[in-house]
């Protein structure tokens, strides 16, 4: 078994991803030799005390990070500034603070200008969720050859960067860096606006009168399940992922909409070839996925 890269890590939120993290520093070890987990509630650390994923719990951040020599942001982003206030004169000089929020400049705003100087502060991304959360939703299999993305501010110390690469290469991702407004960017694409037009399409439904609406349910086919389970998403760290990436999130919705508007003419006034060239270019995206072993 590896070494350990950190003594204490300690995990403010505990969700699906914390929760994750926790069980692989338990099952497989070489991330850190302790882990301390602080949520909001008592009713969240309590259960994660029956689930045996942690070494300890604290009510209070301040305590929890309380010699620690990586702190890990694990809320939703809109808590960050908060959060980022209350721990930065608890943080220990040579202290890794990290996070995992799905949106990086707003992470980079509000978290930046609070880390003490002798902290190193070193933003990420693991691109691997579920629609479940809470601490009963993680596993430790959960990063097993997904991406991370690392997005450190200009000047962040090398060694430190390096540090946050092996601990998530150690939870099975794949690891790369990236400019933060290219992350928004990116993700704005490949997951916040699916997700967006997922509760869309689900609070229409939704709408419907009284038959149409049972009906819905009743006669719901694969392609509307597939809808609903990406909008069974955690709404507060949703909420918080579209408010925060608000520019990137607008710029691929319009785009998505002038498509959309395209392909309404389309079949309109009959166009058969377009229909058929934007579904096979779906097909060729579907098996890169597969290709690139990401679907």
Known sequence: MAEPLFRRLALLGIGLIGSSVARVARERGGLAAE???????????????????????????????AGADCVMLCAPVGAYAALAQTIAPHLAPGCILTDVGSTKQ????????????????????????????????????????????????????????????????????????????????????????PHLIAFTICGTADDLEGESRQE????????????????????????????????????MLARFTEDAQAMARAVRWGDAAYIEDRILRGRKIRQSLIDLKQA
């Open 106 to 193: 707003s992470v980079i705003r509000d978290v930046g200008p609070l880390v003490p100087e002798a902290v190193h502060f070193v933003p990420a991304h693991p691109l691997a969720g579920t629609e479940f959360s809470g601490p009963d939703a993680g596993f430790a299999a959960l990063f097993e050859g997904r991406w991370c993305l690392l997005t450190p501010p200009a000047g962040t110390d090398a060694d430190a960067v390096e540090r946050m690469a092996e601990f998530w290469r150690r939870c099975g991702s794949m690891v790369t860096t990236m400019e933060p407004a290219h992350h928004d960017r990116v993700l704005a694409i490949v997951s916040h606006l």
């Open 216 to 251: 819905v349910m009743q006669f719901a086919a694969s392609g509307f399940r597939d809808f609903t389970r990406i909008a069974a998403s955690d709404p507060v760290m949703w909420r918080d992922v579209f408010l925060n990436n608000r520019e990137a999130l607008l710029e």
């Open 35 to 65: 882990v301390v987990a602080c949520a909001k509630t008592g009713r969240t650390l309590a259960r994660v005390l029956e689930l045996g994923i942690v070494d300890r719990v604290e009510e209070s951040p301040e305590k929890a990070v």
